[in-house]
Every structure is written in C-alpha cells, then in structure tokens.
C-alpha cells in the first residue's frame, strides 16, 4: 500500500462547508449563502432537497439534541458545519466563514469593527422587520396577530427604518469606510452583503416605504451600495440561479395592509 | 529631557477598559461588568456618574456621530473604548474582551462556541424579555402597550421561557460542557457569566415563572450554575457593592401584572 499523499491529507481548512437551513425560503440562511456565492468558494446546502433539508433542520432543533463530542447542540438554523466543527447564530457563522474566504481581515480591530456592523443589521433591521408580522407570538398565525402587526408596523415605518438607514449611511460617512461605495475599508467585506440582504429584504416587505427612503435622497450612500453588491459578477449569476429562493414565507413576507 | 521609559509606553493593551452605557439601569451594560468584575480587571464606568454617563450615551447615539479616524459610529450602548479602539453590541464587547481577561479561549473552535451560546442567550432570552414589556413600539409607554404586553408575556412564560431554559440546559448536558458546573469546558468563561446575569433578570421579572421552572426540576443545571456564579469571591463581593445598579427601568421590569 502506498503512503497517503499529503496533499491529499484534509486539514480542516479542506474540508468542505455544509449550510444546514429550512428549505424554500430565504431566510437567514441567504447571510451566509451571499458569501460562498461571493467569494466563489464552494459550499453544500441540504435546503437544496425539501426533505432532507426538513429532516436536516428537525434533527438539529430537536430537544433531545444534546451536540456530540465536539460541539454544543444549537438553538435554531442556520447552522455550518465544517470539518468537525458545527456551529450556529448568522453572525457567529459569518464571523468564522468571512476572513477564510478573504471577505474580512483575518485579526485586528476590523474583526470587531465588521462584526459590530453586522450585529448591528442583523439584531437590529433583520429581527424588528420579522417582528412586525409576528409581534405577539412567533406560534401565532399572523392572521390572529394582524392588527397588532398593524399597530407595529406604524411605528417600524416611521421610526425604525429611518433610525437603522440612518445608521447605514453614518457608517458609510465615517472616515473607516475608505474609498469605494464600501461600509469599511478600500474593498467589499462580508458587511456589505448582510446590508445588501438587510435591504433586499426590507424592500421586499415594505416595498413603498424603501421607495420613500430612496427618494428621499438621504440614504443615497446605502442605496448605491445596495446596486454595487447587486452588480458583482458573482452575486449577479447567484441572484439569477434558481439556488436563490424567492421570498415568501420567513423574516421576509410582503403583507400590503401593514404599508397602509 | 530624558528618554521616556519603555515600560512606561502603553501598548494597546495596557490602555484602560471604559465602559459607556446609560447610568442608574444594570441594562445590557451589566454583562460586560461582570466579566471585569470575575476577572478582577480595572475599567472605568462612566455610568457612575449620572450626569457624566448621560452625555457620554447621548454623545455616542447622536445622529451626527460618524465616528472617527479609528472607529465607525455606534448606534447604540454599551460601548468600549480601549486605546484607539472603541466597539458596541454587547457580544462583540464580550467577544474582544473575554479572551484578553482570560474568560474565554484566544483562538479555536472554543471562540465559535462561546460566541454562539452568549448570542443565543443575548439575543434570544434577553431580547424577547425585553419585547414583553414593549411588544408594539420602543417609543411607546409601557402604560400604553399594556394589553399587547399581557398577550405577549402569556406566550413568552409558556413557550419562549422554557424554550431557553431547556436550550441552556441541553447545552450543559452535551459533552463540551466538561466537568464542573460550567456551559463549556472545565472552567468558567464568559458564556457562564452572561447566563447567570439572564437568568437573574429573568427572575426579578418573572419571579413566580422562574420559581415554577426551577421547582419542575427540569434545568437543575442552569440553577446550579446560577448559584456557583453567585458564589464566586470576585462577583459575590460586586454583586453587594454599589457599583452593582438595582433593577428599575430598562430591559428587565417587574411588572406583576405580566405573570396573571
């Protein structure tokens, strides 16, 4: 028998990432796909198959998963596994995947920085954006929570929205933003996806409200960001494949009695 | 004039810890004390002063903050500043300090792990606490969300308490949590920290819920580890100084009529 050859030896590094997510919709399983798809790096996604993708996400949140000898059970999808490494929490996933496909600095204050961005958009915009058709009970059909989804999404419009574009645009007015229509530095990183997403998503739900917010010429910062993500070849081919879902149920869901 | 002193010249991790975030609440704030207050490392906290913690908060939050040469602009409290440096979003203060203070691993799987439990916990246990005493707007009065707030609080005790005690008790039954009482490994890391302080807002909130959990006798693991960070030399002596603030106002209300 002849030696293995070393170069054939997977260290974790080699070992390929697995997107574990719900199949169909987007999701924030669309955070992490942005980024494989970005940076060309091949990536498995068990939503690709409904079933598997079910009983993929099922065995995952199941109360009796209690993790196995290398890694602590997860709450909810998504989740990467990576060699023996599984880990969940989008930003937790975009933090390990981001600066080993070159979409963030590997150490440093840009860590922290990137991460505090995203934490930013994703606990913020993301999560108050699903909470205007579920702002009672995430088991409540939104159909038995409607007027209070109503009541919410009243305040989201006039305050939230423009507090979290307003953010955006501050951190793309910052000295740390560089040159180019980037959140920080010279060069695209994995914050401009998630904002790209962020936005993406908000014009989906509340396609009028972002409409007025681009008019009002305020956020011209974010929105040109929005088209140069949407512009790179990568993600340009990724949005046109049938690997990007549509939107329909999930964080993203366009109820046009909440725009009224 | 004589040469400074090598030793003298502060490298960036000499520089103070000063920790910004709104005085008289313990708020999110809190989580990041208590890892300086285990590790026994100096940092200032601007909240000790009323007035002075009112601007420094109302200085970081202001629209017209973009920054600087080092740092992008929060949107909002707790922040960190550390030399040049200046971070928010609880889990990413918590991720920057940890390691340094010795409450966390500086590099391998161990940093996902970590990073994704305190982010389960921040963002789900302590974010959806928050939303059931303000389930419609921020912006509104608690006096006039009230009802909202009694339909949210109903399912929340129901199926999101549980839900998370049940998360953090698997995690202490899966085979990464070591020996000893800790969610990872064989000693205490930040992860225990940011539980002990969830759950004991929790229990101020919801005393009669957190009773009824403890007495199903179903997460005796969480309880016991909220009784050994108690325990410890360094927050037993913080958890009776002044520097610990009373809960009144902020994320963690008692308002009994939430309970019925």
Redesign the interface.
């Known amino acids: 028998m002849s030696q293995p050859d070393p170069k054939r030896v997977k260290t974790d590094d080699d070992a390929p990432y697995e997107l574990i997510y719900w199949p169909v919709i987007p999701g924030r399983g669309e955070f992490v796909r942005l980024v494989f798809e970005e940076a060309g790096v091949p990536y498995s996604d068990v939503a690709q198959n409904i079933e598997k993708g079910m009983n993929a996400v099922k065995s995952l949140t199941s109360?009796d998963?209690?993790?196995?000898?290398?890694?602590?059970?997860?709450?909810?999808p998504p989740a990467l596994k990576h060699g023996d490494?599984l880990?969940?929490?989008t930003?937790?996933i975009l933090?390990?995947v981001a600066p080993r496909v070159g979409l963030a600095p590997k150490e440093g204050?840009g860590v922290?920085?990137l991460?505090?961005?995203v934490?930013?958009i994703l606990?913020?915009l993301v999560?108050e954006l699903h909470?205007t058709h579920h702002?009672?009970?995430i088991?409540?059909y939104y159909e038995d929570q409607k007027e209070?989804s109503k009541?919410?999404s009243g305040?989201f419009i006039k305050?939230r929205l423009p507090?979290y574009f307003?953010?955006m645009q501050?951190?793309l007015?910052?000295?740390?933003?560089g040159e180019g229509p980037w959140?920080?530095g010279d060069s695209l990183t994995y914050a401009d996806l998630v904002l790209f997403q962020a936005v993406d998503g908000t014009k989906y739900a509340f396609p009028k409200s972002t409409e007025a917010l681009k008019k009002s010429g305020e956020y011209d910062g974010v929105f040109k960001l929005y088209d140069a993500v949407k512009e790179r070849p990568n993600i340009s081919k990724y949005l046109q494949s049938d690997r990007r879902r549509k939107y329909s149920e999930g964080i993203w869901r366009y109820y046009p009695e909440l725009e009224e």
Request: hydrophobic share 25%.
């Open positions: 109360t998963n209690i993790g196995n000898e290398h890694n602590p059970p997860a709450l909810a490494l880990i969940s929490q930003p937790n933090l390990y204050n922290y920085h991460n505090e961005i934490l930013t606990d913020g999560n909470d702002p009672i009970a088991s409540l209070e009541k919410k305040y305050e507090k307003k953010y501050r951190v007015d910052a000295k740390t933003s959140l920080y």
